[in-house]
């Protein structure tokens, strides 16, 4: 069986055909279909297929292009074509570094908030399980919002990338900069050489999640007895002075704190208990060495101020989990993934060059999710 396929060209009302059809593709199919690949195009024949309807509907807009000739402003006459050439055109792969932002005025910003965070993703270099991936999210207190992010050692200077990004905020001499980390000494080291000089506060979601930690424990002990009992209700209430005391940054109380818990829990039998000492030491270590780091974090929040990077932890999601996580099952070259995470987050803030950028529009900020969901 023969199959002929023609494209052929229609008038605007398309009731009339121009000239004959344009020969694409000729197909010879059995007429049996006992082997099942016999149905239908093969992978090849719809590949050659496309490529040849692409060829001939080029023709045809170029050939309709070139008839619509402006008139001479002389003598009222088209213009005559002076030339017919073969072009060829010949598409450059400029070298990908860090996306520059597309040339604008930025607004003075009165106040910035910076967050800084690290997030791991499969490495498929020899002996190197995880790459560590460093995410940032940069806030103007006038709503305009910017992202950033690179592998560590991959060659992209993070420093520079936290300037800019800044620059872009329009970050001056008196803009109140305020920054957050998780606590990690090299996050902290990168903000330095970043110029910023003011410590870093501790970020309150990861606190936090330690702290929730050791509540569901204590609300999950059990009490047998009324010994048990009054032990149990004594230990959940110290956890929540813990927690209220962390939140109003009161770190040499919550060190008391946790010593009256310790001097509670031998009340209660050993084994249920390990759990909850287990997530007081995380709690306890935590506090040791963020201690310096600690606000009161209740006052910020009355104030409508920023109080954890939970922000950065979306956009990590965003721009690395979704993509490039472990439950991808997918293995990354360091500067592969620092390639496609520079891209990521010029496509996130708009700025993939000056023009083709424009088509990607920004994901919407938590405050304007009544426009558009994420």
């Known amino acids: 069986m023969g199959?002929?396929?023609?494209?052929?060209?229609?008038?605007?009302?398309?009731?009339?055909?121009?000239?004959?059809?344009?020969?694409?593709?000729?197909?010879?199919?059995?007429?049996?279909?006992?082997?099942?690949?016999?149905?239908?195009?093969?992978?090849?024949?719809?590949?050659?297929?496309?490529?040849?309807?692409?060829?001939?509907?080029?023709?045809?807009?170029?050939?309709?292009?070139?008839?619509?000739?402006?008139?001479?402003?002389?003598?009222?006459?088209?213009?005559?074509?002076?030339?017919?050439?073969?072009?060829?055109?010949?598409?450059?792969?400029?070298?990908?570094?860090?996306?520059?932002?597309?040339?604008?005025?930025?607004?003075?910003?009165?106040?910035?908030?910076?967050?800084?965070?690290?997030?791991?993703?499969?490495?498929?270099?020899?002996?190197?399980?995880?790459?560590?991936?460093?995410?940032?999210?940069a806030e103007a207190v006038e709503g305009d919002r910017q992202v950033f992010g690179t592998v560590a050692n991959a060659g992209t200077d993070i420093a520079a990338l936290i300037g800019r990004t800044l620059d872009v905020l329009g970050q001056t001499s008196n803009t109140v900069l305020t920054a957050f980390t998780d606590g990690c000494s090299g996050l902290r080291a990168i903000l330095a050489a970043a110029g910023i000089a003011g410590p870093p506060i501790a970020d309150w979601f990861h606190l936090a999640m330690r702290l929730q930690h050791a509540k569901q424990v204590a609300e999950a002990l059990p009490a047998e007895d009324p010994h048990q009992q009054q032990a149990k209700a004594e230990i959940v209430t110290e956890v929540e002075r813990l927690r209220w005391r962390t939140w109003n940054g009161k770190a040499k109380a919550a060190r008391i704190t946790l010593k009256?818990?310790?001097?509670?829990?031998?009340?209660?039998e050993?084994?249920?208990?390990?759990?909850?000492?287990?997530?007081?030491?995380?709690?306890?270590?935590?506090?040791?060495?963020?201690?310096?780091?600690?606000?009161?974090?209740?006052?910020?929040w009355r104030a409508g101020l920023r109080v954890g990077t939970s922000l950065t932890e979306g956009t990590a999601n965003f721009l690395v989990n979704k993509r490039m996580d472990k439950s991808q099952q997918m293995r990354w070259s360091r500067r592969g993934a620092d390639l496609l995470l520079q891209v990521r987050c010029a496509v996130y803030n708009g700025a993939l060059g000056f023009a083709f950028g424009q088509l990607f529009e920004p994901i919407p900020t938590s405050d304007s999710q009544s426009a558009k969901a994420a």
């Open 3 to 137: 199959l002929v396929l023609q494209l052929v060209e229609t008038g605007a009302d398309r009731s009339e055909t121009r000239g004959r059809g344009i020969d694409v593709l000729e197909l010879d199919r059995p007429r049996n279909l006992r082997d099942i690949a016999n149905l239908g195009l093969t992978l090849p024949e719809a590949k050659q297929l496309l490529a040849r309807v692409q060829k001939a509907v080029v023709a045809v807009q170029a050939r309709d292009h070139a008839a619509l000739r402006p008139a001479c402003s002389g003598c009222g006459a088209r213009c005559h074509v002076k030339d017919w050439q073969s072009r060829q055109v010949q598409l450059r792969h400029a070298a990908v570094g860090t996306p520059e932002p597309a040339p604008v005025s930025a607004t003075p910003a009165s106040a910035i908030t910076l967050s800084l965070d690290s997030t791991f993703i499969r490495s498929c270099h020899k002996g190197e399980r995880h790459l560590e991936v460093r995410v940032g999210n």
């Open 260 to 268: 009256r818990l310790r001097t509670l829990l031998p009340a209660l």
């Open 270 to 300: 050993r084994e249920p208990i390990r759990k909850l000492k287990r997530a007081l030491r995380a709690v306890d270590r935590y506090l040791r060495s963020q201690s310096t780091w600690l606000v009161n974090y209740a006052e910020r």
